[in-house]
Each structure stands twice: as C-alpha cells, then as structure tokens.
Nanobody
C-alpha cells in the first residue's frame, strides 16, 4: 500500500527526492510521515504531514531547512525533497501512514501502514 522510490547514493551537499506512492485508502489517513534508520541506530522520525489542521508539517531538528515534505493529492503521492545532504543522513528511509490522532508525530508505534524502505547513502 506504500511504495517508496528515489533513494540512491549521492555526495555530501547533493540532493535527492524520495517518493511514496500510496493506495487511496492509505493516502487518506490522518498523517503520513518519513522515518529513517541508520545502521546500529533506532528508527527516527524525519518529517510528517497531516491532512487535517491545515496540513500541519513537522520536521526533525536535524533536517529543518534542508528537507521538505509535501503531498500531491492528484497522484496519491508524498515526497521528501532532501537538499544539502550530509553523511549522517545515510540510512533506510521509509514512509508510513496512520489514522491515529494524538501522540507524537515521530513515534513509530503510532503508524500502522509502512513501506518497504529505500536506501539513501551520502558519502
């Protein structure tokens, strides 16, 4: 129901755009988000976007000003535009969706629907 694409290898300072294509049911959940997991580290929230509440957006402090999350409702697709990439951005990026209200946007346990992940490597 969630399929990511757009990962790859890039040099530090470069850019990538990730896409998350969703089924209509999954796309219309309350909140969609991007998570990432680096080797040996816990999964962390990168950015989230809500349908309600004016489309509130959240970013992890580590990516603010460099990453942009967005949605294209006509394509049932969510994006993550990543700029000024750093080696510490390396990891498997996964999109997720939830119908759950409340809680912290960066809490993976809130999300029911997950993609398979796409690798991003910054050297």
């Amino acid at each position: 129901q969630l399929v990511e694409s757009g990962g790859g290898s890039v040099q530090a300072g470069g850019s990538l755009r990730l896409s998350c294509a969703a089924s209509g049911y999954t796309y219309n959940r309350n909140c969609m988000a991007w998570f990432r997991q680096a080797p040996g580290k816990e999964r962390e929230g990168v950015a989230a976007i809500y349908i309600g509440g004016g489309g509130t957006i959240y970013y992890a402090d580590s990516v603010k000003g460099r990453f942009t999350i967005s949605r294209d409702d006509a394509k049932n697709t969510m994006y993550l535009q990543m700029r000024s990439l750093k080696p510490e951005d390396t990891g498997v990026y996964t999109c997720a969706a939830t119908s759950q209200f409340g809680g912290n946007w960066y809490d993976p346990s809130r999300f029911k629907y997950w993609g398979q992940g796409t690798q991003v490597t910054v050297s």
